[in-house]
């Protein structure tokens, strides 16, 4: 396999953007390899710019769950160019998707779009800030939530209450209001609530965790955060970024039968245009501008291109709910194939399924908490990816990134992609 057009671009790029890249992750370099660059996809599959057809596991990293220029997903799309793509005026589709989300995820009792998943975490934490009038904020390692600066933040070593900025630019002063909590440790939320109680203003999660590999937020974990938030008069936020509508209709709240105040989402809600919502009680949303002092804008925000394709999508989802047992049938299928072809091989292999979500770890190690996905090993996931994109499989170059099934994936690419496991497990192990 060559990548001889993808080096050359690479190295165009790099003089231009930095890293050569608009999002680090599509750098590849965890891999130790240059960017892949894309020419097309359908499908199940797509096609690098030295004409290597791929079965991608990436998935535009989360929002194609159709998979890649799915007609039903696109449909009607040239009607809105036609008809003018922004107005910076209010549409009835707007309203339409609005209505249609909160029909399906009922805690989302009002909406508000935004254009990125990382919009939609800040203008959440702004909120909770807002409507509670604190200003502490609580997550968790291993969760990521966008690249806002508040939330940029993990904990330091040893002492959970003295928390470091993840990213140069982000002050002491910004990180001092962001604890950092172990995930699927109560004790250690606990703490923090012992400590800082009346000055919490939100507690925000993923219920289940796709940023560190895929990390089941266990049930009695997620259902002591909703307690200890409402004793507290703390918000429960749910970044379902990741898991809202592709976990399931209802996302991580239904899965877990527990209602967050507030809701971020982005990827699905838009079929592959830039996109974000968040959500929440009536009261609560009620202090966003206008209707309140918590101010949020976005000159695109509610594009036409994106509400259309997103009420496509979810729409169609609605419309078609097999599809979520279908990819679960596939992730348990692919999950049994990567798990038995680990065991011909030396390199333990642990992998994390819930629903249609699963990632493998380089470990032999149960992976339930941040310090077991850290046992994970990362030199050999490198050598891994390289073996099974030689095979022409395209998992997520970082071993802590879930792998996106769609609805497009058919028994011929899982059986593929099954074998090529076998292979690259025993090759990566040499
Ligand atoms: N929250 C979660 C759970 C995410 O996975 C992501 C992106 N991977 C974000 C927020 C940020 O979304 P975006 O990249 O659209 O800003």
Not at 50 to 60: A, M, P, R
Not at 85 to 92: A, D, E, F, H
Not at 153 to 165: C, D
Request: with cysteine; proline share 4%; aromatic share 8%.
């Amino acid at each position: 396999m060559k990548f001889d057009r993808s080096e050359e671009l690479f190295e165009r790029a790099e003089k231009v953007m930095p890293g050569g890249v608009n999002s680090p992750v599509r750098a590849f370099k965890s891999v130790e390899m240059t960017a892949l660059f894309a020419k097309s996809a359908s499908g199940s599959k797509i096609t690098d710019e030295d004409g290597n057809v791929y079965i991608d596991y990436i998935s535009s990293w989360g929002p194609l769950i159709l998979g890649h220029a799915n007609p039903e997903v696109h449909k009607g799309v040239m009607d809105v160019f036609e008809g003018g793509i922004s107005y910076g005026l209010s549409t009835k589709k707007e309203i339409e998707l609005a209505e249609l989300i909160s029909s399906m995820y009922p805690a989302a009792q009002m909406v508000r779009m935004v254009n990125s998943g990382t919009e939609a975490t800040m203008s959440a934490i702004r909120l909770a800030r807002g409507y509670t009038e604190r200003s502490k904020i609580l997550k968790f390692e291993g969760c990521y939530h966008g690249h806002f600066d508040g939330l940029l933040v993990k904990s330091g070593s040893g002492a959970l209450t003295f928390n470091i900025p993840t990213s140069k630019g982000v002050t002491e002063d910004i990180a001092k209001d962001t604890l950092v909590a172990t995930y699927n440790d109560f004790k250690s939320v606990e703490k923090c609530f012992e400590e800082f109680g009346p000055e919490i203003a939100g507690v925000i999660i993923e219920p289940v965790a796709g940023n560190m590999g895929v990390v089941e937020g266990e049930r009695e974990f997620i259902s002591a955060l909703r307690k200890i938030t409402r004793e507290n008069g703390t918000l429960l936020i749910f970044d379902e970024v990741i898991t809202g509508f592709r976990l399931g209709l209802d996302g991580a709240a239904g899965y877990y039968g527990i209602e967050p105040d507030l809701v971020c989402f982005g990827k699905v809600i838009g079929g592959g245009l830039p996109v974000g919502a968040y959500g929440g009680k009536r009261e609560i949303m009620s202090e966003v501008a206008p209707l309140g002092d918590v101010y949020q804008a976005g000159t695109l925000s509610g594009n036409p291109l994106a509400v259309h394709l997103g009420l496509n999508l979810l729409s169609y989802l609605n419309r078609n709910p097999q599809i979520y047992s279908q990819l679960e049938d596939r992730a348990i299928r692919l999950e049994e194939g990567l798990v038995e072809g680990a065991k011909s091989g030396k390199i333990p292999v642990t992998v994390n399924r819930v629903k249609g979500m699963l990632s493998m770890f380089m470990t032999d190690s149960p992976v339930t908490t941040f310090a077991q996905v850290m046992t994970s090993d990362t030199k050999i996931y490198a050598r891994y990816f390289k073996k099974m994109l030689s095979q022409g499989i395209l998992f997520p170059p970082s071993q802590y990134e879930g792998l996106f099934l769609s609805a497009a994936h058919t028994d011929e690419d899982l059986n593929l992609t099954i074998k090529a496991n076998v292979n690259a497990l025993r090759l990566a192990g040499e």
